[in-house]
């Protein structure tokens, strides 16, 4: 063979040599890009999220104690009341009727009986007390044994939420005091109305039984009131609690000084509440759906001090995240990469740019991230929301952001 043609055939070979190339590299497949999250180590935190509303821990509803002509009031929702001093509505009362003795009886028992119930709740009140005056003196040795390294930062902790507590059932033992004697007044009232001891005409003031606001007027113009009408709501807007609805399979899951935080309620930040109460009893309530379901009252209360929630008020919305688990230093992976292969969870992990199908062990996750307790290691790489399309050892690249 001649050497033009041996150079011809040469020419032939490396132009079908580089067609070949190229062919390749056009129809090799190029890598797919895919959004990434990591598996790091950190704080895990699983919450319960559900609409809550505050409202006030104490409200009183002045009523009526006899029948008669109620005077225009003058009072509108949001003006201070003072106990005893205010007057928050003025009634005259009807001429008495005659009573049989069964019905004087019942109205000089009725007396006898919220007299008992003052005695009670002052008892109560001053048992209150002493237990303040103890959770006191007890913190008060907490902090001193924790200065000097004896005792752990969480049982001083205890301590405090301790005398919190006490200091909550104080106040409350006190309103109650303050009920109660409210409650003696309208009694009195009635029987000295019945029996003649209020003289026709003359004026009976109604007097708050609390410092606090009114929160609602229910009469605003006279009119002639039977015994017992409630006139007015009135409340002390300092002493807010939070209650949420939710739906009994997340209610055993909460427990009495779980963390809470509250969100969504208008201000800068996150406040901070703790659970008081997990009421017993559920009761059914119909969703946006139609859906019928169980739901359980679950109280919480403020544990940041009052100027940080002072806006808010009675009835005002809040999303709250009560905490039911939360872990430390636990290796976790965005919930996004996590998929169902079988019975098992699954992600597509990144190992020199191809994705590799791993089976991983889950352990706690909430909406956001999930532990993993085997199959994947600190700072590896995972695939976010792969699709149905991707397969084991298929090229991928980082999405560009």
Do not use: C
Request: glycine share 8%; hydrophobic share 45%.
């Amino acid at each position: 063979m001649s050497p033009l043609r041996q150079l011809k055939n040469r020419k032939l070979l490396a132009g079908l040599a580089l067609v070949g190339v190229l062919l390749a590299i056009g129809f090799w497949p190029s890598a797919r890009p895919v959004d990434l999250g990591r598996a790091v180590r950190g704080t895990l935190r699983v919450t319960v999220d559900e609409e809550g509303e505050t409202r006030v821990r104490d409200r009183f509803v002045v009523s009526a104690p006899v029948s008669g002509l109620l005077r225009r009031i003058e009072l509108e929702p949001g003006d201070p009341v003072l106990r005893g001093h205010t007057v928050v509505a003025t009634l005259v009362p009807a001429a008495p009727s005659p009573l049989d003795a069964r019905t004087r009886a019942e109205t000089e028992a009725a007396v006898a009986a919220a007299r008992s119930n003052l005695d009670v709740a002052r008892a109560q009140a001053a048992r209150a007390q002493a237990t303040v005056r103890l959770a006191e003196s007890e913190l008060q040795r907490q902090r001193t044994l924790q200065a000097q390294q004896v005792v752990s930062a969480q049982a001083l902790e205890a301590k405090e939420t301790e005398a919190r507590t006490a200091a909550e059932s104080q106040r409350a033992a006190e309103y109650s005091v303050a009920s109660a004697e409210h409650q003696l007044q309208m009694a009195r009232a009635r029987l000295l109305q019945a029996t003649g001891g209020q003289a026709k005409g003359r004026a009976l003031e109604l007097r708050s039984p609390i410092d606090g606001v009114v929160f609602k007027r229910l009469h605003e113009s006279e009119a002639v009131v039977v015994a017992g009408e409630p006139l007015l709501e009135v409340g002390d807007p300092r002493r807010l609690e939070i209650v949420s609805d939710l739906l009994s399979a997340d209610a055993v899951k909460v427990q009495p000084g779980a963390p809470v935080w509250l969100e969504q309620w208008g201000g800068a930040g996150p406040l901070r509440a703790q659970v008081r109460r997990v009421e017993p009893s559920g009761f059914m309530k119909i969703s946006a759906l139609g859906v019928e379901e169980q739901r359980v009252n679950v109280v919480m209360d403020f544990e940041d001090p009052l100027e940080a929630w002072s806006a808010l008020g009675d009835g005002y919305r809040v999303e709250v995240r009560i905490v039911v688990s939360e872990g430390e230093d636990v290796l976790k992976i965005p919930t996004g990469s996590l998929f169902r292969r079988g019975d098992d969870w699954a992600v597509f992990a990144v190992e020199g740019g191809r994705a590799r199908l791993r089976v991983v062990e889950v352990g706690r996750r909430n909406g956001a991230e999930a532990e993993v307790r085997s199959g994947l290691r600190e700072g590896e790489d995972v695939v976010l929301h792969p699709s149905d399309t991707l397969r084991t050892g298929a090229r991928v690249t980082p999405r560009a952001r």
